[in-house]
T-cell receptor, first 114, second 113 residues
Framework: KAGVTQTPRYLIKTRGQQVTLSCSPISGHRSVSWYQQTPGQGLQFLFEYFSETQRNKGNFPGRFSGRQFSNSRSEMNVSTLELGDSALYLC?????????????FGNGTRLTVT | GNSVTQMEGPVTLSEEAFLTINCTYTATGYPSLFWYVQYPGEGLQLLLKATKADDKGSNKGFEATYRKETTSFHLEKGSVQVSDSAVYFCALSPYGANSKLTFGKGITLSVRP
């Protein structure tokens, strides 16, 4: 069974640009969450989607947005990139949203903003 | 707000040594507690969880007990192996949820033969 797939693996962008990251969950999983990982702040929750609806959102500015499609694939978008947005962005999927549905993480997309 | 504090690392142990990785938390209500592990070249994966006070989570020889009185969830293993070398993250989520995780900073464990 294929794991969570994130594309691209690496990305280099310039300040002010925007970027879209993609996540394909494990087949059958309907919930997708996004996390940002930086050396300074560690892992921080961005948002969670279930059946195309955003269920939870972390404390990030409105420049960070996401969506989920009917096939459960998800994208996140960051507009007007800042240097501080450089990070590893992790996507996680799960069957559902309860405690018996563990999160399965992808290997992440490493974004570098110059 | 919620927060998770892990002991500073990295930690280096010899094979068959006893392992303890400390984790304390601050949270409102009754969070669920988790340990996630990231092996070299792989994504984060759930190691164990506990959902209420005095619950003990266990997996692959690792154990952690949810201590509400000390707000702790320390990870232990009686005899580590080289294959346990990885980064370990303590995390919590709001009551009844498996998402919106608050993570600790993570600690790198290296086990030498």
């Amino acid at each position: 069974k294929a794991g969570v797939t994130q594309t691209p693996r690496y990305l280099i962008k310039t300040r002010g640009q925007q970027v879209t990251l993609s996540c394909s969950p494990i087949s059958g999983h309907r919930s997708v969450s996004w996390y940002q990982q930086t050396p300074g702040q560690g892992l921080q929750f961005l948002f969670e989607y279930f059946s195309e609806t955003q269920r939870n959102k972390g404390n990030f500015p409105g420049r960070f947005s996401g969506r989920q499609f009917s096939n459960s694939r998800s994208e996140m978008n960051v507009s007007t990139l800042e240097l501080g947005d450089s990070a590893l962005y992790l996507c996680a999927s799960s069957l559902g949203v309860g405690l018996n549905s563990p999160l399965h993480f992808g290997n992440g997309t490493r974004l570098t903003v110059t | 707000g919620n927060s998770v504090t892990q002991m500073e690392g990295p930690v280096t142990l010899s094979e068959e040594a006893f392992l303890t990785i400390n984790c304390t938390y601050t949270a409102t209500g009754y969070p669920s507690l988790f340990w996630y592990v990231q092996y070299p070249g792989e994504g984060l994966q759930l190691l164990l969880k506990a959902t209420k006070a005095d619950d003990k989570g266990s997996n692959k020889g690792f154990e952690a007990t949810y201590r509400k009185e000390t707000t702790s969830f320390h990870l232990e293993k009686g005899s580590v192996q080289v294959s346990d070398s990885a980064v370990y993250f303590c995390a919590l989520s709001p009551y009844g949820a498996n998402s919106k995780l608050t993570f600790g900073k993570g600690i790198t464990l290296s086990v030498r033969p």
